[in-house]
């Protein structure tokens, strides 16, 4: 079980901070060379094996751009198919974590997940999802996962299983944030180690979509 998440906010942007102000090298020093980091295939398939959630999609992203979303509304207490998984989502509100001290106009929620392979498909479609939390006017707010049951391998068809998480969101939209759920359908559990990294047609095709499931209150 990991730790409960940050207080909550806004998802961080994603620039690179500032750079200092006018610091300036001693005189006569060379000026330096920009410098490019190489990551080799290698390494990187350590990388996705290593960290132990898949991160094929952000690779694919990378080589091609990321596009826009295409929503999939949930509406309340309902089950969505997608990516041969069937999807189910309940958010209510939580006790503050032990040793965690909120500021009084915070609210911890309590996001469950469950999800159920349809087909052998779904079976091997194993990544672990990505949620955030939004509101009406756009803003966002991470989430962090508590507790998991999911195996990493061959999921059984139709046996459903669950993922717990966590978010901290300001109290005054507690009751109406909905859950943004980002399923990846390019990452297989029985892909060779190998291949994990070949981009194919149907890989390229589907990293042409970026399918968001909400769920509404």
């Given at each position: 079980m990991e730790g409960p998440p940050p207080a909550g906010g806004p998802l961080p942007g994603d620039g690179l901070p500032p750079p200092p102000g006018n610091a300036r090298p001693p005189a006569g020093t060379p000026p330096k060379k920009p410098r490019t980091l190489l990551l080799g295939v290698g390494a990187v398939v350590a990388l996705l094996i290593g960290v132990g959630a898949p991160t094929v999609d952000a690779y694919i992203y990378y080589k091609g751009g990321r596009p826009d979303e295409t929503p999939h509304v949930v509406e309340r207490g309902q089950a969505l198919t997608f990516g041969h998984v069937s999807w189910k989502a309940a958010v209510e509100p939580m006790e503050a974590p032990k040793d965690s001290n909120p500021a009084p106009d915070r609210q911890w929620l309590k996001i469950t997940v469950t999800r159920a392979a349809v087909d052998d498909d779904g079976a091997v479609m194993t990544a672990q999802p990505q949620l955030s939390?939004?509101?009406?006017?756009?803003?966002?707010?991470?989430?962090?996962i508590m507790e998991s049951n999911v195996p990493t391998d061959k999921n059984p068809v139709g046996k459903p299983f669950t993922y717990t998480f966590a978010s901290l969101v300001p109290k005054n939209v507690s009751d109406e944030v909905e859950l943004h759920l980002e399923f990846s359908t390019t990452y297989r559990q029985d892909t060779p180690t190998e291949k994990l990294l070949e981009i194919t047609p149907e890989l390229e095709a589907a990293a042409k979509r970026k399918d968001v499931l909400v769920f509404r209150r």
């Open positions: 939390m939004h509101d009406k006017q756009g803003r966002s707010w991470q989430t962090s």
